[in-house]
């Protein structure tokens, strides 16, 4: 077809997604409340990723979430309990994924299509995706029972083999 | 996946796996302790791969192929959109096929100018002459396009604007004319 | 049936062939990963395991990725439309309904319907994203508004995706659907005085442009003891010279509607304004009732890659054929054709088809040389011509500025010859015909 002069559709980001993300950035953001600076960097990526999804700006939703990840290195290296940790990162990466999911249906479908369900089931796989990994961490987390150091180096080197081998 | 890759996965969750291990029975690993080198080495190795990854990142681009544009129905041409592109090809200097280009719009431009002049009244070799000369119009740039001599006793003040201006000569030179033929043509 | 895939990157989608699908990855997920190792790292410099199990997340998303491959896209489309031969501007609701045929989970899928090419959408949106189970439908609507012409659906754009977005397969769908054909009525514009050439049947018919509307007579020298009565006084204004008109006679004419439908007339002055062929085809049936109303015979021939000729006719059944031919016939179609013309090959079968003393109203934008050439043959060949033409031009920019001084040279090209050419601006065609009334 050939090119028209008013555009198509209107290419905003999808409701649903940006509602789902910014509830799960923000989720991410309270938790992040254990100390002032871990707060300050997941103030400012929620407030990024809210821009970037008002706006249809990748790059802002991934520099927020970049920033809300930043806070939670800094929560858990001030020592956050485990659970906050890993819930605060969880809900970084799912509000990530919804947030530029959003974007991307946004502009291949337009706000006027029905995408609903569409969305709904996406934000529903990321949450089991990263749901899974976060409990049984937790679990094992607990029953070790503040374990040796040992513990994370093998996990952390299994990490970056797994990662080596997992790479395209 | 290659062996390579295999023993790779293999490993790796090998060691996933004893870390597991260890940490649902400490005792496991009561023995082995891993020392503030292997530490901080595990950690930079870490952090390179992480610099590695980003990098990877930032360079893929994501080229989607276009999408139909459903909702509007197919647009038509507007006659002379195809001269506004070679206009617009002439304005950028050193590439190639401008002078191809050039020479296309001069030549249009030239048979219609004849043909204008030609249906007021002159016979075609007055009409050119009218052309070269300049005497068909008041207005200088639209003379200076089809003038043969570029001008060379044009003032400083002229020249000034002239480089000033951010059009380049031949475009506004090619505007002018056409504004200047269009009001001719109307008078009749 | 096995689908033929291809993974090059350039292809568009436009290119896929009817059971062709091509495959691409998005790399979203590219370097999640370092979520976990950057996680894992801090966790490990600063003692802190809580961060290393943190960053599993980013593995598991990374292993998702990897392992993903695109789905198979094996789904049935069902299109209904509310009212497959509407009158013009009237609203079409189009249904769609998507089925999951294959054995496997859809977990996103996305679908453009594929709209005819010349229809607007005017509420809803032909776009849709959904998921569905083996076997699961989902239901798509939306508003089209009808307009001339037999508008044929094109096949639906699939594109699915695996549950992580990764890898995604791209697959045109075809549904059985009745086109929409919408075939506007007759609707009649003004009067167009046609050029003195008769057939020698009884009939009314104007005398040529210019003149006052007085029906054609023919004249001899004036010889002293004539009439004053019948004395030819127009003739005398015009030339200075006595004639006696010998008789008034009735004739009638024959006409043939010829539309210029070859691409160079697919033109219009902005991308949402109508095509000239589409003003062409609205003068021919607007022209087709002014013209039969004096019992003349009209016939409809097109200028076109695909030959298009209704012999001059009159009466009900033959006014129902060219309503039906104007709205649907494939030459008149509302978008360009592809095929190549051939303008002297057309042009002879043309001339071989016309009666020999029929007139040809011509409706054509005339927006290249070829056609005055064509038109100028015509003429001199014995068939008088009479040119309507819609513009197609503006004034936005330079380059358009020129192609209307070169059509308006056309415009004066034909009257030099003296084939009379109407300059049918934005306007009703009635106005630019009452405004050629006195002269075009």
Not at chain 1, 26 to 35: F, K, M, Q, R
Not at chain 1, 80 to 102: H, K, Y
Not at chain 2, 159 to 170: D, F, K, V, Y
Request: aromatic fraction near 4%; glycine fraction near 8%; hydrophobic fraction near 45%.
């Amino acid at each position: 077809m050939t090119a028209t002069a008013t555009p198509p559709i209107d290419d905003t980001p999808a409701r649903t997604s940006t509602g789902l993300a910014l509830a799960a950035s923000l989720a991410g953001t309270l938790a992040l409340a254990v100390s002032t600076v871990s707060l300050a960097f997941g103030g400012l990526g929620f407030v990024l990723v809210g821009l970037g999804l008002v706006r249809g700006w990748r790059s802002a939703v991934t520099l927020g979430g970049a920033g809300l990840f930043c806070g939670v290195v800094l929560a858990g290296l001030v020592g956050a309990p485990a659970s906050v940790v890993v819930f605060a990162t969880a809900t970084t990466v799912v509000a990530w994924d919804i947030a530029t999911f959003g974007i991307d249906v946004g502009e291949e479908l337009g706000r006027e299509a029905d995408t609903r369900r569409l969305e709904l089931v996406h934000a529903g796989a990321s949450v089991m995706t990263a749901a899974i990994p976060a409990v049984v961490g937790m679990v094992l987390f607990r029953t070790a029972g503040g374990g040796t150091a040992l513990v994370p180096i093998a996990l952390l080197c299994g990490a970056v083999v797994l990662v080596v081998v997992l790479r395209p | 996946m290659s062996w390579g890759r295999r023993l790779g996965l293999v490993l790796g969750l090998a060691l996933v796996a004893g870390g597991l291990a260890v940490a649902v029975a400490p005792e496991l690993g009561s023995g082995i302790r891993p020392n503030t080198a292997v530490l901080t080495g595990t950690g930079i190795a870490a952090l390179v791969l992480a610099g590695m990854a980003v990098r990877a990142r930032l360079n893929a681009t994501d080229r989607r192929p276009d999408l139909p544009a459903a909702e509007r129905s197919q647009s038509h041409a507007t006659p002379g959109e195809a001269f506004d592109r070679q206009l617009a090809a002439m304005a950028s200097p050193g590439q190639l096929h401008s002078v191809r280009d050039r020479r296309q719009v001069r030549d249009r431009l030239e048979a219609t100018a004849v043909a204008v002049l030609v249906r007021d009244g002159l016979a075609e070799d007055a009409a050119r002459d009218a052309l070269a000369n300049g005497t068909w119009t008041n207005d200088p740039h639209a003379a200076a396009f089809f003038a043969d001599d570029p001008g060379a006793d044009v003032s400083l003040t002229t020249q000034l604007r002239r480089s000033l201006s951010l059009e380049p000569t031949i475009t506004r030179r090619a505007h002018h004319a056409i504004d200047a033929l269009a009001r001719r043509a109307e008078q009749r | 049936m096995r689908a033929t895939e291809s993974a090059d990157a350039d292809r568009t989608y436009a290119d896929l062939g009817p059971n062709e699908t091509t495959t691409r990855r998005t790399e979203r997920w590219r370097g999640v990963s370092a979520l976990a190792l950057v996680a894992g790292a801090a966790g490990v410099l600063a003692n802190q395991p809580a961060l290393v199990v943190a960053g599993t997340v980013g593995i598991a998303f990374a292993a998702l990725a990897r392992a993903a491959g695109p789905p198979e896209i094996e789904v049935a489309l069902e299109r209904t439309v509310s009212d497959a031969d509407p009158d013009p501007d009237d609203s079409v609701t189009v249904t769609v309904d998507v089925t999951n045929t294959g054995e496997s989970i859809l977990p996103d899928l996305r679908l453009i319907d594929g709209v005819p090419p010349a229809l607007d959408v005017a509420s809803g949106s032909p776009r849709f994203g959904t998921a569905l189970r083996p076997g699961e439908s989902a239901t798509l609507s939306y508003d089209v508004t009808a307009t001339r012409g037999n508008h044929a659906f094109e096949p639906a754009l699939a594109v699915a995706r695996d549950v992580s977005g990764t890898a995604e397969r791209a697959r045109r769908v075809r549904a059985d659907a009745t086109p929409i054909a919408c075939v506007p009525s007759l609707k009649s514009a003004g009067e167009l005085p046609l050029r003195a050439q008769t057939t020698g049947q009884p009939g009314r018919v104007l005398t040529e442009i210019g003149g006052s509307g007085v029906a054609f007579h023919t004249t001899r020298e004036y010889r002293p003891g004539d009439p004053l009565s019948r004395i030819d006084w127009n003739g005398l204004a015009k030339t200075g010279e006595l004639a006696t008109v010998d008789f008034r006679e009735e004739r009638a004419a024959s006409v043939v509607l010829l539309i210029d439908a070859r691409e160079e007339a697919y033109r219009a002055p902005g991308p949402d304004a109508e095509s000239a062929v589409e003003r062409s085809v609205r003068a021919a049936g607007a022209l087709y009732d002014a013209l039969t109303d004096e019992e003349n015979r009209v016939g409809i021939a097109a200028l076109s890659p695909e030959p298009c000729w209704l012999a001059p006719g009159a009466g009900t059944a033959h006014r129902a054929r060219v309503r039906e031919l104007l709205a649907t016939h494939p030459a008149l179609a509302p978008t360009p054709p592809d095929a190549p013309f051939y303008p002297s090959i057309r042009a002879r079968r043309l001339r071989r088809r016309l009666p020999d003393d029929a007139q040809l109203v011509v409706c054509s934008p005339l927006c290249d040389d070829t056609i005055v050439r064509l038109l100028q043959r015509f003429d001199s060949a014995g068939h008088r011509v009479t040119v309507v033409s819609p513009d197609p031009t503006s004034e936005a920019t330079p380059g358009r500025r020129l192609a209307g001084i070169e059509r308006r040279l056309r415009l004066s090209t034909l009257r030099s010859a003296s084939i009379p050419a109407l300059d049918w601006r934005d306007e009703p065609l009635a106005t630019a015909l009452a405004r050629a009334g006195g002269s075009v």
